[in-house]
């Protein structure tokens, strides 16, 4: 019984260092790129009169995480790739400094428009628990998806 | 000795990252290519084109005259940034190509610029010499009838061409000036 006790107030006291980890630990990522990338045949395939969307319509951010896109063309043409032309090879990286929704006139949507969203820096507390929590789940879907 | 002293040093800065070459604000093309060239007829009275100005930095900008929000706060952005060059401004140019050419004749875009900045020139053409110069930029124009006349949304970023020629940078809209005299300095060094 007290071997019982003993163990749940252990995992009890392993769940709030979890939680307090979580909830106040800085972020650390490998990269703050979010990377999109036009594949090689892409032009051809357009030409073929096949719908290629790449870009999503909304793209979103966070400061301090991921905060900065990066575009690549690895076609064989020059490609209005988001807000500008990018050559066969080139990549473009911009970084955003400041929370804020930026529309960019982009002819690649039907639309017109493209739009970036740039979450502010989850601040400790519940939004740093609620950034992870949405990692977690974000990370867990992906490699389910890969499996 | 000395050159254990030299190689902890290197690595010292190299980890301190004293090294790495600073960033620019603006969205950076890697690699940088020639910038598009083109010729239009210059505010000024002299054909535009890039290799006018090879040599300085160029802020190259697409708008319109009768364009009563985006344009006006680009333009006083890029004319305080070159006042705050100082002595560098000499090497900064600003190059403003019209999205309508019905309305923004030569005279006209002196004028409108002349407001702004002095050296700033301006470019316009045919419909269809402009629509080449949007193209291989990737610009998108859209045309608005409006009560008081056509309206237009445009693009609104600058790009950013180095003193080769190499279109390096775009500038989302809603830098600062700050953010320009950053960015064009860092090219001026290159």
Known sequence: ???????????????????????????????????????????????????????????RLTLGVHDVLLLRNLDDVPQVFGPTVIMPGQSFRLPFEVASIYGFACTAHASGQMNVVVDPHPAPGWERLRWRAGHWQEESWWSKEEA | ?????????????????????????????????????????????????????????????????????????????????????????????????????????????KTWLGAFDASFVGGTGSAQALDTVDRLYGISVKRMESANGALFGHSSSVYLIDRAGRLRAMMPYGHVAEDYAHDVRLLMQQ
């Open chain 2, 1 to 109: 000795m000395n050159r254990v002293l030299a190689l902890l040093l290197v690595a010292l800065l190299s980890s301190a990252g004293a090294v790495e070459a600073p960033a620019l604000k603006a969205g950076v093309f890697s690699p940088p290519h020639p910038a598009p060239e083109f010729r239009l007829a210059g505010s000024d009275g002299t054909p535009l084109t890039l290799a006018r100005f090879h040599g300085k930095v160029v802020a190259l900008a697409f708008g319109y005259s009768h364009c009563a929000d985006v344009c006006p706060v680009t333009l006083a952005t890029l004319a305080q940034a070159r006042r705050q060059l100082g002595a560098q401004a000499g090497d900064f140019q600003v190059v403003y190509v019209t999205v309508d050419p019905e309305r923004d004749n030569a005279a006209q875009l």
């Open chain 1, 1 to 59: 019984m007290r071997v019982a006790r003993r163990s749940a107030a252990v995992l009890v006291l392993a769940l709030l260092a979890v939680l307090a980890w979580a909830t106040l630990a800085p972020i650390h990522v490998a990269t703050r790129d979010e990377p999109f990338e036009i594949p090689k045949g892409t032009w051809a395939r357009r030409m073929a009169g096949n719908k290629v969307e790449i870009l999503p319509q909304t793209i």
